[in-house]
């Protein structure tokens, strides 16, 4: 059975850092596309980073520069570390696979407010 858990959400302040993380199983994760999603409340889910199975990655505009996507194969595990953070990444955030198959996770709640 193919499961996504993501955790580390949270309420954190203006210019602070969160972790999330994104516990895989059920499939070969190693060989999968894995990206972070987000939906903030009444907008559009976007893609927030990707990284392929080669590593290569890509962000959104939005976060270049503050959030930093990554894997550990080993653990079956996918992470973005966001820092500075601002009231617009207040979200939904959701952990996506993707090869011949897409799996979603089922989110985690992060706010960013004062």
């Known amino acids: 059975q193919v499961q996504l858990v993501e955790s580390g959400g949270g309420l954190v302040q203006p210019g602070g850092s969160l972790r999330l993380s994104c516990a895989a199983s059920g499939f070969t994760f190693s060989r999968f596309t894995m990206s972070w999603y987000r939906q903030g409340q009444e907008k559009e889910r976007e893609l927030v980073a990707r990284?392929?199975?080669?590593?290569?990655?890509d962000y959104a505009d939005s976060v270049k520069g503050r959030f930093t996507i990554s894997r550990d194969n080993s653990k079956n595990t996918l992470y973005l570390q966001m820092s500075s953070l601002k009231p617009e990444d207040t979200a939904v955030y959701y952990c996506?696979?993707?090869?011949?198959?897409?799996?979603w996770g089922r989110g985690t709640q992060v706010t960013v407010s004062s």
């Open positions: 990284i392929t199975s080669v590593y290569g990655t």
């Open positions: 996506y696979a993707y090869r011949q198959y897409e799996y």
